[in-house]
């Protein structure tokens, strides 16, 4: 079993990839072999609507056409058994990075039909790590998850299971007396981190464990014909 943590925060030692450490911990005590990618290491773009996944009888198709430093790590998630993203919300949405990602992921497996809409061929669970540095109450006041919701759907509706994490109040800085930032209390986040924070990453840890049991039971339960697809995708 192969779990894939990809990172989408500029940091590489920071909150979010912390938490998504903690989740491959939680994995890894299921048996999961894992990876971690930082994916501001890698040099990408968005979908550029070449639409050569949607070509008939094309070479592409069911998959992203478009050739750069990306393409490596979209050809290993078709044979991954679950994904776990983390990213930062940068003005109530996930980073650009990310965003990109997402794009190049899901886009070659969405059919433009009424049925049976995407053509990844078997589920795998995803995961999802949001940390935020506003707290619970403001988050949900702004209607953060309402503007995070449809990527969601869009996850849920291709790989057929997502479950999210979300964490509050993140501790930015090492020092908060370095920076203009008046809006916060470095003493109060600083007691978060020292109290909330490894609770979070204990769900973390626990998100991690729920995925790979999860991913199981779809290897286990999976149609002849999902598990033929997946040989076939292997072998190709």
Known sequence: MKIIAI????????????LLNKALEGTATQGAKTEFVHLYDLDYKGCVSCFGCKLKNGKSYGKCAYRDGLTPLLE????????????????????GNMRSFMERLMFPYL???????????????????????????QMNELGYMQGLRFIEEDLKGIFGFFESLVVNDTYQFDDYS??????????????????????????????????????RIFKENAPISEKRYSVEKIQR
């Open 7 to 18: 990172n989408g925060s500029p940091r590489k030692n920071k909150n979010t990839a912390t």
């Open 76 to 95: 290993q998630i078709e044979h991954a058994d679950a994904i776990i993203l983390g990213s930062p919300i940068y003005f109530q949405s996930v980073t």
């Open 111 to 137: 059919r433009y039909t009424a049925e049976d809409r995407s053509i990844f061929g078997r589920k795998i669970p995803i995961g999802f790590i949001y940390t935020m540095n506003i707290t619970l109450d």
């Open 178 to 215: 370095k920076y203009v930032v008046t809006t916060f209390d470095g003493n109060k986040k600083a007691k978060v981190k020292e109290e909330q924070f490894p609770e979070d990453c204990k769900k973390a840890f626990d998100l991690g464990v729920c995925l790979a049991q999860q991913a």
